[in-house]
C-alpha cells in the first residue's frame, strides 16, 4: 500500500471529529435491540476515529447499471440447488421487474469500498471499553443504508496493562542475566507499528502478581504435554513455565499449568509455527518477526465466556455481580506473551538441564535450533522473575444491532455478526471482517433501493469485546435468550474475512449443502474457478476423506463414489469467536468461515493494512469474495421459500460424530488394560455405543421424511405458494411453515437445559469445545469426558440421555 495514502489515512482521522450528536432517547421496541442506547464517552483511545463520509452511495444511473449487470428471475428453489459455478451475466430487465436478489446481489460489492472500510476501522488500535467512536461511525453507516440500527451497551468486567516485566536472573547474587524488552520493533514504512497507543504485552483477563520460580520449559502447553513433563521426572509446582502457542487456546494452556501447581506461564510464538521456518518475514514477507507478539485472552473459554462475573445471565449496568474469586473461567496466575527474540535467552538458560526436549516427545523442537537454541525442559539454575500488574475495570461495552426487517415472516431472524475491537490495528483479526459487514449492509441497502425486502428479518451484528472472550456476543445472547431460542433461524459468523487464502468453515452440518452450492456461485479471485473449487483443492488426508465417506454412506458404491467426487471439510463448531453463545449455549444453527493461511501478524502490531494489502489480498479480491459468499447464504436463509437448512445432512453427519466418539473411547479403553475392574466398566460402556446408532438411523429416516414433505409442496404446490385457490394457498403456507420451522428448531432439540458436567453453560450434547482445547470441537462431549475419567457410570447415564434427545429430535422431525 502506498504510504503517502496511510499516512493521509491517519492524518485525517486524527483531525476529524466522529458525529456523536443526535442520539435518539427512544426505548428499544423489540428484544434484539436491547434495554438501551447510551451515548458513548470520549478517550486519550478515540482521538484516532472519527467519522469520515460516507462515500460510495449509488446514484440512480449506477444502481439501473448494477440491475442491467443481473440476473433477473424467480428465487431459485433451494431444494435443487444453485447450479454449478458462472461468472456474473449481464440480462435484459424483464417486464415484470422482479428480480433474484441472489443474482443482484453478486455485482454490488465494491473492491474500492472495501479497501476505504479496512482504513477507517484498521486505522490504529481500538480495544473493548476504550473505543465508542467506530460504534457510533458503524451504526450510523448502518442507517445511511436504510437499517434501521441501534447501540446496544453491557457493562462487563475488563483488564488493561498498567506494569509488565519478565527477568532472568541468579538468585544468589542478584545479578540480572537478561531482561525481556516485551516491545515489537518499529517496521520502517508501516506507521501503525509505532502507534503509541499500542498496548504493551499482555494477557486479557490475565490474573496480577509478581512471582519469581525456576524455568520448565513445557512445548506446547498441552495436557499432555505435561503428563509427558510428569513421567520424565520434571516437576512444574513453583515454577515458571515457558510453552510456545499453537494447537489450544492460550487460557487452557495457563489452566493446565495452574493445575500443575505452577506459578505463572510466559508463552511465546515460535518460528517452527508462524515465524521464519514458514518463509519469509515481515516486511519482507507475511510471516511473525523475531520481536512480534502475539496478545489475547487467558480466559477459561472452555467453562464459560463471556463476562466473568454475570454467568450465564446479562452483564447490565445494574445486573448482579459475583465476586471475582467466585468466577470459574478465570485463571489465577500471572501470565505473559513473548515474542521469540525474547525467549530465546530463556530456552538458553535451560540448556544442559532436565532432560533434552526430544526424549520427552517427538515434536518438542521449535524453530530456535537455527540460531544454536537446544530445546531442554529445565528446570534452570537462573530464576525468572514474572510481573504482570494489571487493572480490572468495569467498562462500557458497545454492540452495533442493524435490522431489515421480513415482508412475510419477520419473526423470524437470519443474523450475521463480526466483532469490532481488535487489541492492535487488527487488520485482519477483526477488521477484514468489519470491512466486509459495511460492505454487505451497504449491498443489501442496494437491494432494497430496488424493492426488495426479505421473506425474513436480517440482523447485522457488530460486537464488541470478542477479543477478550465472546464478551459483546455473549452478553447480547444472554440477554435475548428466550428472543433467540424461538426466532432466530441461524447465525453467521466472520472473524477474520481475510488471512490468507484458503477459505475455511466450521459450521453446524446443517449448513453444508447451503454453503457448497452458495460457494460454487462465487469465483476465486484470479482463476476460472468459483471459491468451491479452490477449496476442493486444499490438502485433505486421504485417511480423513475415506472416513468422512465411509461415515456418509453405507452402500459400498456410494462410497466409492463419494471417494471419486469429495466434498471440501466442514468442521464442527468448537469456540473462539462469536458464534458459541449462539450454537453452544441457545441451540442456534451456526457457521463461521473466512479465507486463512497466513497468520503470521496474529494479535500483533503488525497486522496492519500494510501487510494485510501487501502480501495477501492487494486488489481485495479476497474481501470481495468473501462479502459474495455472506451475503449470499444469509440471502438464502432469510429470503427462500424454503429454509435451507438441512436435517438430512445432520444425521448424516452424526453418523461421523459416533464414530469420532467409537474412537475416542477406544482409545481410554486402552488404557484401562491394567485394571480389570476398570475394563469391564469401560466395555459394558463402550457397549451402549449401540444404541446411538439406533438413533441415529430413526434421525436420519425422520430428516428423509422432511425432504419427502419438502418434494411434496414443490409437485403439488410450488414453493412460493402462488395459487388461486384460498384453501390451497392456506394449506400451503401451513406445510411450508411446518417444514421450515421444524428445520431451523432442530438444533434447539440438541441441547438440554442441565448442559455438560462441571461446564453447565454449554447446552449443546453434540458438540463443544473441548476441555483442554478451548478452540477446537469435542462431539458428544459429556461422554468424551466421562471416559478421559474413567467414570463409566456417568458415561452410561449420559448416553442413556443424549439418545433420549436423539430420538426426541427424530420424533420432533416428524410432527406436521
Known amino acids: 500500500m502506498d504510504n503517502k495514502v496511510l499516512s493521509a489515512t491517519a492524518s485525517r482521522q486524527g483531525s476529524e471529529r466522529a458525529l456523536l450528536a443526535d442520539y435518539k432517547a427512544d426505548t428499544a421496541d423489540s428484544a434484539p435491540f436491547g434495554h438501551s442506547e447510551l451515548p458513548p464517552a470520549t478517550t486519550q483511545f478515540e482521538a484516532r476515529f472519527s467519522k469520515r463520509a460516507i462515500a460510495g452511495v449509488v446514484s440512480a444511473a449506477a444502481l439501473l447499471f448494477i440491475v442491467a449487470a443481473s440476473f433477473w428471475m424467480p428465487t431459485p428453489e433451494c431444494i435443487h440447488g444453485m447450479g454449478g459455478f458462472q461468472q456474473p451475466d449481464k440480462v435484459d430487465i424483464p417486464s415484470d421487474g422482479r428480480i433474484d436478489p441472489t443474482r443482484v446481489f453478486l455485482n454490488i460489492p465494491s473492491t474500492d469500498q472495501l479497501r476505504e472500510n479496512l482504513l477507517y476501522y484498521s486505522s490504529g488500535t481500538h480495544v473493548a471499553g476504550i473505543n465508542s467512536t467506530q460504534a457510533a461511525y458503524t451504526r450510523d453507516y448502518f442507517e445511511q443504508q436504510g437499517i434501521e440500527s441501534k447501540i446496544v451497551e453491557y457493562f462487563p468486567w475488563l483488564n488493561y496493562p498498567v506494569d509488565q516485566r519478565v527477568t532472568l536472573f541468579n538468585e544468589t547474587t542478584q545479578g540480572i542475566v537478561f531482561e ?178 526430544s526424549e520427552v516427545g517427538s515434536a518438542w523442537i521449535g524453530g530456535l535450533t537455527s540460531k544454536g537454541v537446544e530445546y531442554w525442559t529445565g528446570p534452570s539454575k537462573l530464576s525468572v522473575n514474572l510481573l504482570n500488574k494489571i487493572e480490572y475495570k468495569t467498562r462500557a461495552i458497545q454492540n452495533v444491532i442493524g435490522r431489515i426487517k421480513g415482508s412475510e415472516n419477520s419473526e423470524h431472524t437470519v443474523i450475521v455478526g463480526n466483532h469490532r475491537d481488535a487489541w492492535c490495528s487488527g487488520a485482519s483479526d477483526p477488521s477484514s471482517g468489519s470491512a466486509a459487514l459495511l460492505e454487505l449492509a451497504r449491498a443489501l441497502g442496494e437491494l432494497m433501493k430496488l424493492g426488495w425486502r426479505p421473506r425474513r428479518t436480517i440482523i447485522l451484528a457488530s460486537w464488541d469485546a470478542e477479543e477478550y472472550g465472546l464478551v459483546g456476543s455473549t452478553e447480547w445472547v444472554e440477554d435475548n435468550i428466550d428472543w433467540v431460542r424461538t426466532n432466530a433461524v441461524a447465525y453467521i459468523n466472520v472473524d477474520s474475512a481475510v488471512g490468507g487464502g484458503d477459505f475455511k468453515a466450521e459450521a453446524s452440518p446443517a449448513f453444508e449443502q447451503l454453503l457448497y452450492d452458495v460457494t460454487k456461485q462465487v469465483p476465486y479471485p484470479h482463476s476460472n474457478g468459483s471459491v468451491y473449487d479452490a477449496w476442493l483443492q486444499q490438502p485433505l488426508a486421504s485417511a480423513e476423506l475415506a472416513n468422512q465417506a465411509a461415515d456418509d454412506y453405507t452402500d459400498m458404491a456410494d462410497v466409492a463414489d463419494a471417494l471419486k467426487s469429495p466434498t471440501p471439510l466442514i468442521r464442527p463448531l468448537g469456540s473462539g469467536s462469536d458464534y458459541t453463545a449462539f450454537m453452544a449455549h441457545a441451540g442456534v444453527s451456526s457457521l463461521s468461515m473466512g479465507f486463512s493461511g497466513r497468520s503470521g501478524a496474529y494479535h500483533s502490531n503488525y497486522d496492519s493494512p500494510k501487510r494485510l494489502t501487501t502480501f495477501i489480498d492487494p486488489d481485495m479480491q479476497l474481501h470481495q469474495a468473501m462479502v459474495r459468499v455472506w451475503g449470499l447464504v444469509a440471502i438464502k436463509l432469510a429470503d427462500d421459500p424454503v429454509i435451507c437448512l438441512s ?158 434427545t436423539i430420538y426426541e429430535a427424530a420424533w420432533f422431525l416428524r410432527e406436521v
Open 180 to 357: 525481556a524488552g516485551l516491545k515489537e520493533d518499529v517496521v520502517p514504512g508501516d506507521p501503525l507499528s509505532e502507534d503509541p497507543n499500542n498496548l504493551p504485552a499482555f494477557h486479557g483477563y490475565s490474573a496480577d502478581g509478581n512471582v519469581t520460580g525456576q524455568l520448565v520449559y513445557a512445548n506446547y502447553g498441552r495436557l499432555e504435554d505435561f503428563k509427558a513433563l510428569k513421567a520424565a521426572g520434571i516437576s512444574v509446582v513453583d515454577k515458571i513455565v515457558l510453552v510456545r502457542y499453537g494447537y489450544i487456546f492460550r487460557g487452557v494452556k495457563v489452566h493446565i499449568a495452574e493445575l500443575n501447581g505452577a506459578k505463572g506461564v510466559l508463552i511465546y510464538s515460535d518460528p517452527a509455527d508462524d515465524g521464519y521456518s514458514k518463509g519469509k518475514v515481515y516486511p519482507a514477507g507475511p510471516w511473525r518477526p523475531e520481536s512480534s507478539i502475539q496478545r489475547g485472552s487467558v480466559m477459561r473459554l472452555q467453562v464459560y465466556p463471556g463476562d466473568p462475573l454475570t454467568p450465564g445471565y446479562a452483564a447490565t449496568k445494574d445486573a448482579p455481580r459475583i465476586d471475582p474469586k467466585d468466577a470459574k473461567n478465570l485463571n489465577h496466575i500471572p501470565s505473559l506473551p513473548l515474542s521469540y527474540r525474547d525467549a530465546e535467552p530463556l530456552l538458553c538458560a535451560l540448556q544442559g538441564h532436565g532432560r533434552n526436549a
Open 647 to 804: 436435517p438430512v445432512n445432520y444425521a448424516k453427519t452424526l453418523r461421523r460424530y459416533i464414530r469420532q466418539l467409537e474412537g475416542h473411547v477406544g482409545a481410554q479403553l486402552n488404557n484401562t488394560l491394567s485394571d480389570k475392574q476398570a475394563q469391564n466398566g469401560a466395555i459394558a460402556a463402550a457397549s451402549k455405543i449401540h444404541h446411538l446408532r439406533a438413533a441415529q438411523r430413526q434421525l436420519l429416516s425422520s430428516a428423509r421424511a422432511i425432504e419427502r414433505e419438502k418434494a411434496h409442496l414443490r409437485t403439488v404446490y410450488g414453493e412460493d405458494c402462488q395459487m388461486g385457490s384460498r384453501r390451497r394457498h392456506t394449506s400451503c403456507i401451513k406445510l411450508r411453515s411446518s417444514i421450515n420451522d421444524r428445520a431451523f428448531s432442530l438444533e434447539r432439540h440438541f441441547t438440554e437445559p442441565e448442559g455438560i458436567p462441571n461446564r453447565e453453560w454449554f447446552k449443546h450434547v453434540l458438540v463443544a469445545p473441548g476441555r483442554w482445547e478451548g478452540y477446537g470441537a469435542q462431539v458428544f462431549p459429556a461422554l468424551a469426558e466421562a471416559a478421559e475419567d474413567g467414570d463409566w457410570k456417568r458415561f452410561q447415564l449420559y448416553s442413556k440421555r443424549t439418545v433420549e
